[in-house]
């Protein structure tokens, strides 16, 4: 294996990331409102709860979600004569083409880059918020992880395994813009317009 070019080539995909959110949003960044420390209540297993919910993390909420109909270029949506509302279909699905582009991205680079990798089989079922099962991607005060599970052991013990995966700041500071700044709010909106209720729980998750 040449490090030289697995290093150059995490560096590139870091730099293709940016510039797929920087489409999303039109150039900006909108996660301005990150707290020094943030919370997150580990023992809570109320269904839907992650550490978002003690956002918003922007100054006003639904900032990105506002900018992308008033503002942006897309042209997601008008209204008529008589006040109703529509939405162009073709650029919604060309929006989350463009997140799908940088979710590709984010899944890459979350496998590769966290100190204890961990298992594909257990990597997809990676979560922001609690679901069927307890969510893996925590905020320890300043630090994303993930916290997986190995299933094998559970199964013979009865009890999980807690294996942590820090995210390094390059990926943590990509990671926590698309989630508190709105991309992934925005995700969950269109795919519900787009494909109906089970993608917007989908991306919810």
Known sequence: MDI???RSGIQEMLK???????????????ADKLPEQFKDDLNNETRD??????????????LLMTYLVKESPWEFSSVDALDRLS???????????????????LCTLSYLLPIMANRISQFVGNTVQNM???RNTNMLITE????????????????????????????QELMLEYLCGG???????????????????????
């Open 183 to 205: 991309i992934r709010e925005t995700e969950e909106v269109f795919g519900g317009i787009a494909y109906g209720s089970t993608a917007a729980k989908a991306y919810h998750s």
């Open 87 to 105: 939405f162009n279909m073709p650029a919604v699905h060309d929006y989350l083409d463009a997140c799908s582009d940088l979710n590709r991205i």
């Open 16 to 30: 293709e990331a940016w510039g797929c959110l920087y489409r999303l949003t039109g150039g900006k960044r909108f």
């Open 49 to 62: 709860y992650s550490f978002l919910d003690h956002g918003p993390f922007t100054e006003k909420s639904h």
């Open 4 to 6: 030289d070019k697995v």
């Open 132 to 134: 069927d099962r307890r």
């Open 144 to 171: 994303l992880v993930y916290f997986n599970g190995y299933h094998k052991m559970g199964n013979t013990t009865g009890v999980d395994v807690c294996i942590p995966a820090f995210v390094p700041p390059v990926l």
